[in-house]
């Protein structure tokens, strides 16, 4: 649950969500429950300039980023893969 704590760990949803309804600006507002029965709430402010880029949202979209078929292990694999810094050798 700590990573949900970070921002930067909504960075790939927020940018799926900008290409999906072509917006400057994104708001995300998760209802994170646990096994006691409590519930937290986070969110996210993403802004940056709307570019189209089809094929980012061809994938989006093939994973089920939209429709909620998203396992949430891949999507964890995904946003690790996306949000790591590539280091050249």
Known sequence: MNELKEKSYYEVLCDAKQL???ADAVLIISFI???N?????D?????KQYLLDNEM???YT???M??????YDLYE???RKLLTPKVDS
């Open 20 to 22: 999906q309804q072509k």
């Open 33 to 35: 429950g646990d096994k």
């Open 37 to 41: 029965n409590r519930c937290r709430n």
């Open 43 to 47: 969110w996210v402010y993403y802004e």
């Open 57 to 59: 949202l061809k994938f």
């Open 62 to 64: 093939e994973i089920g």
């Open 66 to 71: 939209f429709n909620g078929t998203m396992d």
């Open 77 to 79: 694999q995904l946003c």
